[in-house]
């Protein structure tokens, strides 16, 4: 039976022109037919894009680092993840038999790459501009919330500043693997430790394989 999407969109604040836009942002890979990877490879650039410009002109005094942090504490997988939940988004998503049992529609990783393949629907709905004003209401509490002297570092600061405080060379991040076509992409990094440990780490964008491997890295060396 088709589903009405009338209500989600009443909750998301947008009414598709195209709702097969909405209906492959909602489909995980493990469901057949045409997923949400794409639109989520595009929304993920869009999200940052309209948050850092935001923060931009509201923290005109904030340094390069804490608009880089008060960003990533906006966009990361748990906020968005949240948003998800805020939203009810697991009573719409369609996941293949396996995913459905295992609990997938409540898995954050799941809900967060819905959430950015759902603003890349709306930029191809509607453009720049519609998708500009879709992305601020959606992040609008997290934005009114973020402060600069408290927001929480991302991963590859938090490594970062580890190594230098105990005057340990900074780490050194390669792209290992690029697998999949132009915009569906999986990035394999590889961060590389001062004492030669490597630990590895796969995303759908190179920023966040390389937040992966320094979450891992981070592990490593707190664990030594």
Known sequence: MKKDYKQLCK????QFNDESLLVQALTHRSFKGSHN???EFIGDSLLGMFVAEKLYF?????????????RSQVVKGQTLAIV???????????????????GGCRRESILEDAIEAIIGAVYLDSGLEECKTFVLNLVDKQLKNVDPNSALKDPKTQLQEWLQSRKRALPIYEVEEVLGQAHNQKFKVSCTLDNGEVVLAS?????KAEQGAARLALEVIKSE
Do not use: I, V
């Not at 923290?59 to 880089?68: C, N, V």
């Not at 995303?203 to 920023?207: A, L």
């Open 203 to 207: 995303g759908t964008s190179r920023r």
């Open 11 to 14: 909750k998301l604040g947008y």
């Open 37 to 39: 990877e794409r639109l």
């Open 58 to 70: 509201s923290f005109p005094k904030a340094t390069e680092g804490e608009l880089t942090r008060m």
């Open 84 to 102: 998800g939940k805020d939203l009810e988004l697991s009573e719409w998503l369609r996941l293949g038999p396996g995913e459905m049992k295992s």
